[in-house]
């Protein structure tokens, strides 16, 4: 079982910047691989970025590469996720999700494990 709360939305300018907390409890954070989705009012929840287990594989949507950067520290059980250069499309409400296993899986049914989400709002 693992238990993932996020923190750090907020409301921002365009141009700014926001990280992202992930803190997880149980005993299993450390094995799983850990993503990033957001949804925005109206639509879909849609994959943004993932992690893996160790930390040492990461892959990103096209719509945020370069700007996003996600990253964790096994030792606190907690994933990050630096956003630079936000713009209005990217307002959405951010959940973390983890999965026992690798990465490759941009599908939300795919996570076993998801946290309530934090709103993240970027005014033009």
């Known amino acids: 079982q693992v238990r993932l709360v996020e923190s750090g939305g907020g409301l921002v300018q365009a141009g700014g910047s926001l990280r992202l907390s992930c803190a997880a409890s149980?005993?299993?954070?450390?094995?799983?691989?850990i993503a990033w989705f957001r949804q925005a009012p109206g639509k879909e929840r849609r994959y943004v970025t993932a992690?893996?287990?160790?930390?040492?594989?990461?892959h990103y949507a096209d719509s945020v590469k370069g700007r996003f950067t996600i990253s964790r520290d096994n030792a606190k059980n907690t994933v990050y996720l630096q956003m630079n250069t936000l713009k209005p499309e990217d307002t959405a409400v951010y959940y973390c999700?983890?999965?026992?296993?690798?990465?490759?899986?941009?599908?939300?049914?795919?996570?076993?494990?998801w946290g309530q989400g934090t709103q993240v709002t970027v005014s033009s």
């Open positions: 999700a983890a999965r026992s296993g690798g990465l490759g899986y941009p599908t939300p049914s795919d996570y076993d494990y």
């Open positions: 149980g005993r299993t954070f450390s094995s799983c691989s």
């Open positions: 992690i893996s287990w160790d930390g040492g594989t990461t």
